[in-house]
């Protein structure tokens, strides 16, 4: 059914002439005529019936009527939602991992509470593998991703991509340890994320270049129970430098090279004109 010719119908049934809806909607009553009488043939059954020198609706057409300020409220809010220059309001869905989530993602929410109250963020934890596969399944509208200076992520063209911060990474060895050249770690047990390859991959191009493979032997998610591993002295990872980390954990520099972890806002291509994601993304890009 035509939208149009809806909104004919229910003025008709609010207004009780088509002279008078003509004159609302700024048309010709034989337009109006015309299109409530294509509305019912859409429909398959008279709407209106003669009532002396006017009409008057059909129990169908009273009926229909009602519908009509259901449809028509509900199309009037999709335009509302899906208009660029509108009020962001609706539910975003995010998929991100922890760090991002906690330093960029939670202070967003907290501000569009205040100045965005329309817009609902519902937060997903994930490693960016799953990110990607949720984003690419129009299971979530943002994804919150990292790649490392010296193992760059491959974007796939249908992604749109924003820097958001970067951070240093260190080797994460019990307190008592000192600096010592990557070499000297080649008989250490190494711990490396469950989720996702990215810092193994740094680990082993970094092994490699030590002249050595590293023994791979727990595979955990959890920074803090990676810290718990290696106090215990079950291993050595890569772990953010200038994180608080477990009392008994020294996060040593890398410098030869540097390693740095970068983080993203990735969405869809051509998605952001969508105001909520807008509102989100923006505010992303400036903390």
């Given at each position: 059914?035509d939208?149009?010719?809806?909104?004919?119908?229910?003025?008709?049934?609010?207004?009780?002439?088509?002279?008078e809806?003509?004159?609302?909607?700024?048309?010709?009553?034989?337009?109006v005529?015309q299109?409530?009488?294509?509305?019912?043939?859409?429909?398959?059954?008279?709407?209106?019936?003669?009532?002396?020198?006017?009409?008057?609706?059909t129990?169908?057409?009273?009926?229909?009527?009602?519908?009509?300020?259901?449809?028509?409220a509900?199309?009037?809010?999709?335009?509302?939602?899906?208009?660029?220059?509108?009020?962001?309001?609706?539910?975003?869905?995010?998929?991100?991992?922890a760090?991002?989530?906690?330093?960029?993602?939670l202070?967003?929410?907290?501000?569009l509470?205040?100045?965005?109250?329309?817009?609902?963020?519902?937060?997903h934890?994930?490693?960016?593998?799953?990110?990607?596969?949720?984003?690419a399944?129009?299971?979530?509208?943002?994804?919150?991703?990292?790649?490392?200076?010296?193992?760059?992520?491959?974007?796939?063209?249908?992604?749109e991509?924003?820097?958001?911060?970067?951070?240093?990474?260190?080797?994460?060895?019990?307190?008592?340890?000192?600096?010592?050249?990557?070499?000297?770690?080649?008989d250490?047990?190494?711990?490396v994320?469950?989720?996702?390859?990215?810092?193994?991959?740094?680990?082993?191009?970094?092994?490699s270049?030590?002249?050595?493979?590293?023994?791979v032997?727990?595979?955990?998610?959890?920074?803090?129970?990676?810290?718990?591993l290696?106090?215990?002295?079950?291993?050595?990872?890569?772990?953010?430098?200038?994180?608080?980390?477990?009392?008994?954990?020294?996060?040593?520099?890398?410098?030869?090279?540097?390693?740095?972890?970068?983080?993203?806002?990735?969405t869809?291509?051509g998605?952001?004109?969508?105001?909520?994601?807008?509102?989100v993304?923006?505010r992303?890009?400036?903390?």
């Amino acid at each position: 059914m035509d939208p149009r010719r809806l909104r004919l119908l229910l003025e008709l049934s609010r207004l009780g002439s088509m002279h008078e809806v003509a004159a609302e909607l700024g048309t010709t009553t034989s337009s109006v005529s015309q299109g409530i009488a294509a509305l019912a043939r859409e429909v398959g059954t008279p709407l209106v019936e003669p009532d002396g020198r006017r009409v008057r609706l059909t129990p169908a057409g009273h009926r229909l009527a009602e519908h009509a300020g259901t449809i028509l409220a509900a199309v009037d809010a999709a335009r509302l939602d899906l208009d660029p220059a509108a009020e962001p309001a609706g539910i975003l869905r995010v998929a991100g991992f922890a760090t991002a989530i906690r330093r960029s993602l939670l202070p967003v929410i907290e501000d569009l509470a205040r100045s965005r109250p329309g817009v609902e963020v519902r937060v997903h934890e994930h490693e960016p593998p799953e990110a990607f596969d949720l984003l690419a399944r129009d299971a979530v509208d943002l994804a919150l991703t990292y790649d490392y200076n010296v193992a760059p992520a491959s974007w796939s063209r249908d992604h749109e991509v924003t820097p958001l911060w970067e951070m240093d990474w260190g080797l994460g060895v019990p307190s008592h340890e000192h600096r010592a050249p990557f070499a000297t770690y080649a008989d250490r047990d190494w711990i490396v994320n469950s989720r996702n390859t990215a810092d193994e991959e740094v680990l082993r191009m970094l092994a490699s270049m030590a002249g050595f493979a590293p023994r791979v032997v727990h595979r955990i998610d959890s920074l803090e129970l990676v810290d718990d591993l290696v106090v215990a002295g079950r291993g050595i990872a890569l772990l953010p430098r200038g994180r608080a980390s477990r009392r008994g954990v020294k996060v040593l520099p890398l410098t030869d090279p540097r390693v740095r972890l970068r983080a993203y806002a990735v969405t869809r291509r051509g998605r952001r004109s969508w105001p909520p994601l807008r509102a989100v993304v923006e505010r992303l890009a400036g903390h």
